[in-house]
């Protein structure tokens, strides 16, 4: 049987914001320093510090939004040690994330310049665990004031005359775990005592984000919205993809089984019923949908590789971590009316990162590659689809073999992008385009799939998972009949 699609080209349903391809870059590991930032006097190149050649792989997927400091580090973080002279800052050391020093050279500056070369907008996550809320305000007043003030006086003798512009804002992080460990009622409290000073000035107007649940915490966003809802512009919710036991071992990166690579795409699945539980909640007290779901943490977790800190969190990435970022694509997508942000954990040498450093060398991982052939989604109009799918069967479980979503941009060009998560079998893929459409012009397509389950890049070898122009796909009248390789993604193009 082959898979069918139905898409609906005139049925729209919501708008795909384009954050929903977030990232999230915090103090962890070597992401920050050697990932991003490498300073001026660094014989990489770089622009005013930050590394060119990440700067560029960055730009080419149209990063929207970055999240930063944290994560964790954000509830340990206080933000005036690190503005000023570079080498008179506070030296901290990095409680969560290996007991290593922090010497702050990257701090709200050039966090906004990297921001500023990257044309994407910041999302910074304030500090409750550990912070107060007068550090919080006068964070705030640094960044964005325009006036006369000690903060804005104090961020024009670091150098920065005119006022940032900042729209997203998180009042804390993970304030059930290592941000406080706190109850929902007493975060609640506090996400209303804090957000209180997280003031608009001038015309900037700050989007703000509440610490949301832990995966199925479905008590944390009941008793959020009713105790905070009308105070929040978003409610953030974290969900890794881990294979195995948190605990006691979450699984390699690349050397897994069968089993193992579905029961990954299992769990990556799961992210689809958090999205529609948590969202129900919501809309019991937002029927509107006017507060966003921001999934700011998102991703594979695996165990570290070995022979490197394990507080560093640095994996492989390969053909199956950009399946999991597909479908995910795809779930947010479907949930365009609720989902307005996600940050994936992380853009450089942690977790499920787009980029890979050694020294002065860089690769692309596969799920940097899934992100470019996505990013045409960004702030496009999802369309109505109908499918009837094959089953992909791991013993007595089954899963769909594909995920699939399609979305119409302001040009009225279609963009359907087709996840296929079976490793042994091709697939068969009929989509038929149904409504007022215009005759098409041209349809094209990209195609992501690798010869083994672990294939990846490396420094040695960095093009093994790159992607490719597709060339199974035939049109017949409204239908397009396409033939996916075992393990890939695929993006079509239909323009007018």
């Not at 999230?24 to 590394?51: K, M």
């Not at 007493?186 to 509440?210: F, P």
């Not at 944390?220 to 809802?229: D, N």
Request: charged share 20%; aromatic share 10%; net charge negative.
């Amino acid at each position: 049987m082959n898979n069918k699609v139905i898409i609906q080209t005139d049925v729209t349903k919501a708008v795909i914001n384009k954050n929903i391809y977030g990232h999230f870059a915090e103090h962890l590991g070597r992401c920050i320093y050697e990932g991003i930032w490498v300073g001026e006097d660094s014989p990489i190149p770089n622009t005013q510090g930050i590394r060119n050649d990440v700067l560029e792989a960055l730009k080419r997927i149209k990063v929207p939004v970055l999240r930063w400091p944290g994560g964790c580090f954000a509830d340990e973080y206080h933000w005036k040690d690190g503005v000023g002279p570079r080498e008179a800052r506070k030296r901290m050391v990095n409680t969560h994330w290996g007991g290593v020093i922090e010497n702050n050279h990257f701090g709200t500056h050039e966090f906004m310049l990297l921001c500023e070369l990257l044309e994407c907008e910041p999302y910074i996550c304030g500090n409750v665990g550990s912070g107060t809320v007068q550090e919080m305000s006068e964070w705030v007043e640094y960044m964005t004031f325009d006036g006369e003030s000690p903060m804005a006086n104090w961020r024009k003798e670091n150098g920065r005359s005119a006022p940032w512009k900042l729209t997203y804002f998180g009042i804390g992080n993970e304030n059930w775990g290592c941000g406080g460990h706190m109850r929902p009622e007493y975060y609640a409290d506090l996400y209303r005592r804090y957000q209180t000073y997280v003031r608009n000035y001038g015309d900037n107007r700050i989007y703000k984000i509440a610490g949301g649940a832990n995966v199925d915490d479905y008590r944390w966003t009941e008793v959020l919205m009713q105790q905070a809802g009308g105070l929040m512009d978003g409610l953030s919710l974290h969900y890794y993809t881990i294979p195995g036991d948190f605990w006691l071992g979450k699984g390699s990166a690349l050397d897994f089984s069968e089993d193992e690579w579905f029961v990954t795409m299992k769990k990556a699945l799961h992210m689809d019923e958090l999205i529609a539980k948590h969202s129900t909640i919501m809309d019991r007290y937002d029927p509107e949908k006017r507060i966003g779901l921001i999934i700011d943490e998102w991703g594979t977790w695996y165990d570290v590789e070995p022979g490197t800190n394990p507080g560093f969190l640095y994996q492989q990435n390969t053909i199956r971590d950009a399946l999991v970022a597909g479908l995910h694509f795809n779930i947010f997508h479907h949930h365009a009316d609720r989902v307005q942000m996600t940050n994936i954990a992380q853009t450089v040498n942690v977790l499920q990162a787009m980029i890979l450093t050694e020294g002065e060398r860089m690769i692309l991982t596969p799920t940097y590659h899934a992100f470019d052939m996505f990013k045409v989604h960004q702030g496009a109009e999802l369309l109505s689809t109908e499918s009837s799918l094959v089953a992909s069967a791991n013993g007595d479980d089954t899963l769909p073999a594909l995920s699939v979503s399609a979305s119409k941009n302001a040009q009225g060009d279609i963009q359907i992008s087709l996840v296929h998560i079976d490793p042994r079998q091709a697939a068969e893929v009929s989509l038929e385009l149904r409504g007022n459409h215009a005759e098409w012009a041209s349809v094209s397509g990209t195609l992501l799939t690798a010869a083994t389950m672990n294939a990846h890049n490396t420094f040695e070898q960095p093009d093994v998972v790159t992607p490719v122009p597709l060339r199974d796909v035939h049109v017949a009248g409204d239908t397009l009949h396409v033939k996916m390789p075992a393990m890939s993604l695929v993006t079509l193009i239909i323009k007018s």
